[in-house]
């Protein structure tokens, strides 16, 4: 579960438009695909990355003016990541980690795409299953300063984000 706040700033002739928006996602497949992969440098640091791909498809029948609306929003995000575990030998351990990455999210109705910077921060646990195996609750904060443009006309834009989640993940541990 997720919920994002956005502010968003539109150059258009004859002033700026500002655009508040927020979303709140849930449920299994609302969520892009998350991949982190990492290199345990001591028991308890962790060093890797973190991939994110993600596409939304909208469609609504509207009867009357404006008509149907189709929009798809695609969604990447890169970069690395750095995770720190206390009580390296127990079953459950808890964690704290950070990602500084770069997002990029573009739709199409109306044609916009935006690159930024994501600075994200997490504190779960990982609940050893097996020795090599983890199920990994966490929370995790989000900040995003973003710039782009809208299409047609090629209005500039620029953005901030900020967001909170619940997450999820299985881990799988190589000795």
Do not use: C
């Not at 909208?58 to 798809?72: A, F, I, M, N, R």
């Not at 443009?149 to 620029?158: C, Q």
């Amino acid at each position: 579960m997720s919920h994002e706040s956005t502010s968003t700033e539109v150059e258009v002739p004859g002033g700026d438009v500002e655009v508040d928006s927020k979303e709140t996602r849930w449920g299994l497949g609302n969520q892009a695909a998350w991949l982190e992969l990492g290199y345990g440098v001591t028991e308890s640091l962790i060093v890797g990355g973190v991939l994110s791909v993600g596409n939304t498809a909208t469609e609504q029948d509207v009867e009357g003016p404006g008509g149907d609306l189709d929009q798809s929003r695609t969604e990447v995000l890169v970069g690395p990541k750095l995770d720190y575990m206390f009580s390296p030998d127990a079953t459950v351990r808890p964690f704290i980690g950070g990602v500084l990455a770069l997002r990029s999210v573009s739709t199409d109705n109306p044609d916009t795409s935006s690159t930024g910077v994501l600075i994200g921060g997490r504190a779960g646990l990982r609940i050893f299953v097996e020795d090599l195996v983890s199920i990994d609750p966490m929370l995790g904060l989000s900040f995003t300063a973003a710039s782009g443009e809208v299409d047609p006309g090629s209005n500039d834009t620029s953005s901030t984000s900020l967001g909170i989640g619940l997450g999820l993940g299985l881990s799988l541990w190589l000795d």
